[in-house]
Nanobody
Framework: QVQLVESGGGLVQAGGSLRLSCAAS????????MGWFRQAPGKEREFVAT????????YYADSVKGRFTISRDTAKNTLYLQMNTLKPEDTAVYYC????????????????WGQGTQVTVSS
C-alpha cells in the first residue's frame, strides 16, 4: 500500500507563497505519475498540476499556470507544489495523488491519495 502525507498548508495573505510537500512511502514517487488536486467546500475536486515519472513532464491547470510549480525529489520520495502569488480563489484542501500510469491529468486515473492539507488565502 502506498501512503501519501501532505504538509505545508496554512493561512497566507493574497500575494503570498506556500510550498506544499507530499511524503510518499511504500513506493518511490518516481514509480508513477504524481499530481496535486484541490477541493473547496461545496465544490468538486479539481486538477491542479501533474508530473510524469518518465521525463518529469509537467502540466498545469490554466488557473495556476505561471504561479505554481510542481516538482519531485526522488531521493526523498517527496513531491512538492510551490505556490506563488496566491489568490483567495486558491483556498481549498490540497491533495497529493499518485497514478499507476506514467502520465495523467484525470483524478479517476489516480489510485493513491493523501489526507489533504488546508490552504487558506485571505484577501
Amino acid at each position: 500500500q502506498v501512503q501519501l502525507v501532505e504538509s505545508g498548508g496554512g493561512l497566507v495573505q493574497a500575494g503570498g507563497s506556500l510550498r506544499l510537500s507530499c511524503a510518499a512511502s511504500g513506493r518511490t514517487i518516481s514509480s508513477y505519475a504524481m499530481g496535486w488536486f484541490r477541493q473547496a467546500p461545496g465544490k468538486e475536486r479539481e486538477f491542479v498540476a501533474t508530473i510524469s515519472w518518465i521525463g518529469s513532464i509537467t502540466y498545469y491547470a490554466d488557473s495556476v499556470k505561471g504561479r505554481f510549480t510542481i516538482s519531485r525529489d526522488t531521493a526523498k520520495n517527496t513531491l512538492y507544489l510551490q505556490m506563488n502569488t496566491l489568490k483567495p480563489e486558491d483556498t481549498a484542501v490540497y491533495y497529493c495523488a499518485g497514478s499507476r500510469l506514467p502520465y495523467s491529468r484525470s483524478d479517476s486515473e489516480y489510485d493513491y491519495w493523501g489526507q489533504g492539507t488546508q490552504v487558506t488565502v485571505s484577501s
